[in-house]
T-cell receptor, first 113, second 109 residues
Framework: NAGVTQTPKFRILKIGQSMTLQCAQDMNHNYMYWYRQDPGMGLKLIYYSVGAGITDKGEVPNGYNVSRSTTEDFPLRLELAAPSQTSVYFC????????????FGDGTRLSIL | GQNIDQPTEMTATEGAIVQINCTYQTSGFNGLFWYQQHAGEAPTFLSYNVLDGLEEKGRFSSFLSRSKGYSYLLLKELQMKDSASYLCAVEDSNYQLIWGAGTKLIIKP
């Protein structure tokens, strides 16, 4: 059972570079999410999607972009990497509705130097 | 505003019982989740409460009081593998999760 798969697991970027974090789920979940987690902090929602073709901003969207062309995939794009974007990024997915638990990928550890 | 408070760190002894508290003030409430996160790993779902009272699931139980904006996670018969961070999250009226910063639980032999 693959669940939620994130790639890459680790990445070091230089300031100003761009990259895409990949996320795929095989549970046919409607909802998908991108979070960042900084040391000692809670998860902060970057973007989320309620289905293919529909995305919306979360709490901390600046500097990021997303797309959702299929139910399975939800990539996160960093256009101009900045040191403040050094973090651990988690992708998650869930079914629609109250009380549906989110299932997380293993995370991408990103450093911007 | 939205606010979720948990203790930053707690220490307990193997075999003992520990209670991790979570208080919240949010603009909407559709339920409260507890997740476990081992160091360097992803959060994993533990429990969900929407009604007042205690939900028991093996060695772990979770309690909710909506009128007090309060929840706790109770871990019994602690094992070394329970050393992890425990995250409290409130589901708001848009079904989004608002996360606490987490409580790091250290288990000593």
């Amino acid at each position: 059972n693959a669940g939620v798969t994130q790639t890459p697991k680790f990445r070091i970027l230089k300031i100003g570079q761009s990259m895409t974090l990949q996320c795929a789920q095989d549970m046919n979940h409607n909802y998908m999410y991108w979070y960042r987690q900084d040391p000692g902090m809670g998860l902060k929602l970057i973007y989320y999607s309620v289905g293919a073709g529909i995305t919306d901003k979360g709490e901390v969207p600046n500097g990021y972009n997303v797309s959702r062309s299929t139910t399975e995939d939800f990539p996160l794009r960093l256009e101009l990497a900045a040191p403040s974007q050094t973090s651990v990024y988690f992708c998650a997915s869930s079914y629609l509705g109250q009380g549906q638990p989110q299932h997380f990928g293993d995370g991408t550890r990103l450093s911007i130097l | 505003g939205q606010n979720i408070d948990q203790p930053t760190e707690m220490t307990a002894t193997e075999g003992a019982i520990v209670q991790i508290n979570c208080t919240y003030q949010t603009s909407g409430f559709n339920g409260l989740f507890w997740y476990q996160q081992h160091a360097g790993e992803a959060p994993t779902f533990l429990s969900y409460n929407v009604l007042d009272g205690l939900e028991e699931k093996g060695r772990f139980s979770s309690f909710l009081s909506r009128s007090k904006g309060y929840s706790y996670l109770l871990l019994k018969e602690l094992q070394m593998k329970d050393s992890a961070s425990y995250l409290c999250a409130v589901e708001d009226s848009n079904y989004q999760l608002i996360w606490g910063a987490g409580t790091k639980l250290i288990i000593k032999p």
